[in-house]
């Protein structure tokens, strides 16, 4: 016997066969059951058609004239073929295809939770349009576009409507893409894109996020390039944190909370600070020390001014300033021009803010 896959299925009755010989002018004869529209009817061996008899209570056949004495009447039933499922094997030693009762076609599986399973393998599809595919601890899937051309691997469409696809550009770049806006990864260097809907690289058009959809953090190892592309547009570093003002003549201690805080924005530094001095009065250049990190080596100017509030002027230093010292970690008070020497600063209180640059 031909025309079947896998293992040869042994034959069964799907029909059942009811005799009667008639009375003279008989014309209903009442069957074992069938299903309407499921059944031949034979008089004396010829079928009759289906105008020659009604059949459809499920049990009575009637003929449409009566029968002769002595005619006999059969009726053969074909019972509706109901299967939980289906099975095609390979070579009769395993399960390969499933057709179960509610069309889930399975592949090397019979259950229809793949998506559910934390093991095995198997491939489902439903009969209602889903696709599950299980694969333990290898690839669970490969699409693969061969011809070596560029354009779509997959795509996304809802209602008819496509809204997106992942494919192949450049020969061997992957994009993922939605409407106008995606992304590609170049598989040549560590490097992401912005592209247009195809794939292809786009310049200064795609945003992250925007005013009421923000990200959250960022984590860079590296810098920021803001407004432009060259060196001068690069920011490197921005960080927050705290120093501590020292006596920078040796002569004195300072006192008072000695906290300070900074803030660095590339290479421009903001210092804040509040001390105080001693009872002992400052008998040599007015210097302060610990700036958190040391001021540029300027070549055309030898301080960055800040700005100082205290409760020391005296009548000739009406106009003091910190001004930190270029390639140093420290700030002179100045009046006017001059470093302010043999200054009486005895319990007197400062509060600074500076402003300058560092190397780096």
């Avoid at 070596?148 to 020969?171: I, Q, Y």
């Avoid at 990864?185 to 058009?205: E, L, R």
Wanted: hydrophobic letters at 30%; proline letters at 3%.
């Amino acid at each position: 016997m031909s025309g079947y896959i896998g293992t040869q299925p042994v034959p069964q009755a799907t029909q059942t066969r009811d005799s009667f010989t008639a009375t003279s002018g008989q014309t209903t004869f009442a069957t074992g059951g069938y299903t309407p529209n499921f059944l031949d009817v034979y008089l004396n061996g010829v079928k009759l058609a289906s105008a020659d008899y009604t059949a459809t209570n499920g049990s009575d056949v009637v003929l449409a004239s009566g029968a002769a004495t002595g005619d006999i009447l059969e009726v053969v039933a074909f019972t509706t073929f109901n299967s939980a499922s289906s099975s095609i094997d390979d070579n009769g030693n395993a399960t390969a295809i499933t057709i179960d009762a509610s069309e889930n076609v399975l592949y090397g599986t019979t259950d229809t939770t793949l998506y559910n399973n934390t093991t095995g393998t198997g491939t489902k599809i439903g009969g209602d349009g889903r696709l599950d595919v299980a694969r333990q601890a290898d690839t669970v899937a490969t699409f693969n576009r061969t011809g070596s051309s560029d354009g779509e691997v997959v795509r996304v469409v809802a209602s008819g409507t496509t809204v997106g696809s992942t494919g192949v550009v450049g020969g061997n770049d992957l994009y993922i893409a939605g409407g106008a806006t995606g992304i590609r990864f170049d598989s040549d260097v560590a490097k992401i894109y912005p592209t247009n809907g195809t794939g292809a690289v786009s310049n200064g058009t795609v945003d992250i996020g925007e005013t009421n959809f923000r990200f959250k953090d960022a984590y860079l190892s590296g810098g920021v390039f803001l407004g432009g592309t060259g060196a001068a547009n690069k920011l490197e570093d921005y960080e927050e944190g705290t120093w501590t003002p020292v006596d920078g003549s040796g002569q004195v201690t300072l006192t008072g909370s000695l906290t300070g805080v900074y803030t660095k924005v590339g290479r421009q530094v903001t210092v804040i600070a509040s001390f105080a001095y001693p009872s002992n009065s400052q008998t040599n250049y007015a210097i302060v020390g610990g700036l958190p990190f040391t001021v540029s080596n300027y070549a055309d100017a030898t301080y960055a001014p800040g700005s100082v509030q205290t409760s020391y002027i005296s009548s000739t230093n009406r106009h003091l300033a910190p001004l930190a010292y270029r390639n140093t970690t420290t700030f002179y008070f100045y009046d006017s021009e001059l470093p302010l020497t043999n200054a009486n600063f005895s319990s007197k209180n400062f509060r600074i803010n500076i402003t300058y640059f560092t190397e780096d």
